[in-house]
């Protein structure tokens, strides 16, 4: 990509949908099941996806209704983006939001997700989904998707 990819010249709040959209570099990270501790509000996330998510292309299957279908799934916008505390070290809203670049292996700047995946970033080969989950939530606590 150029050196002044549109995410570097283009403000969150000006982008438009497709260019919003293609920040998402595909880690899954954010769909990952997360539980907030009711005394310090602390959220740790757990190695749990829900049933809607692909593991191999780290991609939701009903990305169009998934809010409706999964209560708990949020849609990130420009608007509320500042509000959203969960979204991983490695997002690439929440690094642009911080006036941080993209990461060397993010898809706009490599041209593919296999960097990303490469690099161990997403949640690939690393989740169960919810139906599949046998043991409490709590048990499934994992620090990985703060790794940078």
């Not at 009711?38 to 757990?46: C, G, K, L, M, Y």
């Not at 949020?74 to 993209?102: H, W």
């Not at 997403?122 to 606590?141: P, T």
């Amino acid at each position: 990509m150029a050196k002044d990819g549109f995410w570097r010249v283009t403000p969150l709040q000006e982008m438009s949908v497709a260019q919003w959209e293609s920040l998402c570099d595909g880690c899954g990270k954010c769909c990952l099941i997360k539980l907030q501790d009711e005394d310090t509000q602390d959220i740790v996330f757990t190695d749990v996806v829900c049933n809607l998510f692909d593991e191999e292309t780290c991609r939701c299957t009903d990305y169009a209704r998934r809010v409706e279908r999964v209560p708990d799934c949020v849609k990130l916008t420009p608007d509320n983006l500042s509000q959203i505390e969960f979204m991983p070290p490695t997002c690439a809203y929440r690094l642009l939001n911080e006036g941080k670049d993209l990461p060397d292996w993010h898809p706009l700047r490599t041209g593919s997700s296999a960097a990303m995946h490469a690099a161990q970033m997403s949640v690939r080969g690393k989740v169960i989904h919810e139906a599949n989950l046998q043991d409490d939530l709590e048990d499934r606590v994992i620090d990985w998707p703060l790794d940078i």
